[in-house]
């Protein structure tokens, strides 16, 4: 366990709280080697279902707010936002002198002893309550829009009362690091969220024939500049990935775009090896999918900010494009391809293999570390 390579003494006992444990995604993997940290720690959570998690957070005690006994809060558990900062607050920390919250979702507000540690790794401060809230509400009728800005505006009261009790923050990107400074106003240590790189590595004699696009499905992920970018080259592009959008990108998607929707673990590998480039055109808290491209020795093209920045190397890595435009897309496709010999797939990989897991939790280990020896201090002296 981290904290026995220090001077204090392991922690005693260690409390993972996470927004919800519905699935496994970027959240749930960082989840994941949090609890390798600390194989017995205990998970709190909003809501989860065992059937959608993998084995090792199956394995440990898991204990629900008050929200999972809400009607069809397994399904609906977003319905239930506005009563999740009391749910938090409910939660009996007493016993535990580590607190470690994954943040996306409400998760960092439980009250802590005094005397405890209590480190938020976050992903993201709430998107649809901060930066993305014009969009969320604007796509919402009218009632529901009424009710959701009244929700938001407590919401955010909550969010920045909150970000008080928590003694350190851990952002994955410095975009991230950047957004948690405005919401909140505090400061944070950067720690790269860990990329399952076992599962990829170039293959060097492999032909590359396509471009490739992977994401869920959902508007701000922006398939659409992709599938637009690429309508009238003479290229072809791959889109993996469902969600809301699914049914009518592939309605208007042009014969050289072709929609593969969601793809197994070996399929995207071969996909990823296949690629010229991987296309990002989002603006990502971090982006896993572009180190996944890397470490298959696959360049990224992405747009020109977000977390991207922190994973990419222009020139060496991939390139980026600086307006979320199909014309500007379109154009760095296109000067990419006429120069895409001048990319090493070994480079790339090896520059992918800078993200793992045995990196993520090693740094976050010293973070934890660092603010537990500060934290013992103060309550020292």
């Known amino acids: ?55 090792l957070l199956a394995a440990r005690p898991i204990i629900e707010t008050g929200i999972a006994r809400l009607p069809g809060a397994r399904r609906h ?3 239930y936002l506005s009563l999740m900062p009391r749910a938090l607050e409910e939660l009996d920390m007493g016993a535990y002198d580590l607190v470690l919250s994954s943040e996306s979702g409400p998760a960092k507000g439980v009250i802590a002893r ?17 930066d993305h809230y014009p969009a969320y509400r604007a796509g919402l009728g009218g009632v529901k829009r009424r009710v959701f800005s ?36 505090r400061e944070s240590v950067v720690v790269h969220p860990p990329v399952d790189l076992e599962k990829y590595g170039p293959e060097p004699a492999r032909p590359r ?25 003479d290229l072809p592009l791959k889109v993996v ?15 050289n775009v072709e929609m593969l929707g969601r793809v197994g673990d070996g399929a995207l590998a071969d996909l990823y090896r296949g690629a010229r480039a991987l296309i990002f055109p989002g603006e990502e808290d971090f982006g896993i999918v572009p180190v996944e491209a890397m470490a ?6 992405a747009f020109g900010r977000g977390g991207a920045l922190d994973s990419v190397r222009a020139g060496v890595t991939g390139t980026f494009f600086e307006a979320q435009e199909p014309a500007a897309l379109r154009a760095a496709v296109t000067d990419f391809d006429a120069r895409r010999s001048d990319f090493d797939a070994g480079i790339i990989a090896a520059h992918a293999r800078g993200f793992g897991a045995e990196r993520f939790r090693r740094e976050l280990a010293v973070v934890i570390e660092s603010t537990r020896a500060a934290q013992s201090a103060r309550f020292s002296g």
């Open 1 to 55: 366990m981290a904290g026995g390579q220090g001077r204090l003494p392991p922690p005693r006992r260690v409390a993972l709280v996470h927004y919800w444990l519905v699935g496994m995604r970027g959240g749930e993997r960082v989840l994941e080697e949090m609890l390798r940290l600390y194989p017995e720690a205990d998970i709190f959570t909003h809501v989860v279902d065992r059937d959608r998690i993998s084995p």
């Open 77 to 79: 558990y977003q319905k």
């Open 114 to 130: 005094p005397d405890a540690t209590h480190v938020c790794y976050c992903h993201s401060p709430m998107r649809y309550i901060w």
């Open 150 to 185: 009244h929700l938001a505006h407590g919401l955010r009261q909550w969010d920045v009362t909150s970000a008080a009790r928590v003694d350190r923050f851990v952002a994955n990107s410095r975009f991230v690091a950047g957004r948690i400074h405005r919401a909140w106003g």
């Open 209 to 233: 024939d396509h471009y490739l696009f992977v994401s869920e499905l959902v508007a701000y992920k922006r398939a659409d500049l992709a599938v637009e970018a690429f309508r009238g080259l």
């Open 241 to 255: 990935g469902q969600g809301e959008e699914s049914a009518r990108l592939a309605r208007d998607a042009p014969p």
């Open 296 to 301: 298959c020795g696959t360049p990224v093209i």
